[in-house]
């Protein structure tokens, strides 16, 4: 892995990842323990994850994993109390976790829509509110919001996955208004299709391999290293005065 800035003021903070065992929430964890973080992430991938942590056993801090499954918010509550216990206040919130499983309009059922809120919108309100009184303890704190391009292309094929990442902005700037004043900054940052090693097994194809080329200002391609160094530039006193605000990281696509 290579970080193209070091930020000191993230030495030995606080951090809470959702998503942090696999694809870019794996690049979150390990940037921010490289940086000298004390990182707890949540995930159900326990192998993943577990690898993971072993991997940086040369980091100042070890992440601390925790197995959650955020459509239970008891235990999402839980596992930040547990955080907070090892770590002290958390003053970094990363709301990494989504799942973009693809599906039918005409095939949602209310079962199914309300598992997709639960998985990619509900967890990113209650682990705000679980998390700002620490940081109001703090004295200030960062959160970041992930969101999506897929709406800002008008891509079809998951439309309740759409929906969801869609209001994350929604939530950010109510955020920033309602605790800007105490120091806490909110934005959201939206990655473009960026290349996991799911969404390679699963979504990328030539055909679509082909659109990125045709969709992107940028050649290449864009990487869970690159996500993650726009969420430390929005953690760290580097971004002291954004807030409210939507990053975007798609190569110029949108």
Known sequence: MTQNAIYPDLQGRSVFITGGGSGIGASLTESFARQGAKVAFVDIADAESQA???????????????????RDIKAL????????????DITVLLNNAANDQRHK???VTPEYYDERIAINQR??????????????????????????????LKQGGMAAYTMAKAST????????????KQNIRVNTLVPGWVMTER?????VTPESAKEIEAGQCLAGR?????????????????????SAQEFVVDGGWT
């Open 52 to 70: 993971l942590v072993e991997r940086l056993g040369d980091v100042p801090h070890r992440p601390l994993f925790i197995h959650c499954d955020i």
């Open 77 to 88: 509550r839980d596992s930040i109390e547990q955080a907070r216990q090892a770590h002290g």
């Open 105 to 107: 309009t005409e095939d």
């Open 123 to 152: 967890p990113m309100f209650f682990t705000a509110q679980a998390i700002i009184p620490q940081m109001q303890r703090a004295g200030g704190g960062a959160i970041v919001n992930f969101g999506s391009i897929s709406w800002k």
């Open 169 to 180: 902005q929604g939530l950010t700037r109510s955020l920033a208004h309602d605790y800007g």
């Open 199 to 203: 969404q390679l097994k699963l979504w």
């Open 222 to 242: 864009v990487t869970p290293q690159h996500i993650a160094d726009m969420a430390l530039f929005l953690s760290s006193a580097a971004s002291s005065m954004c």
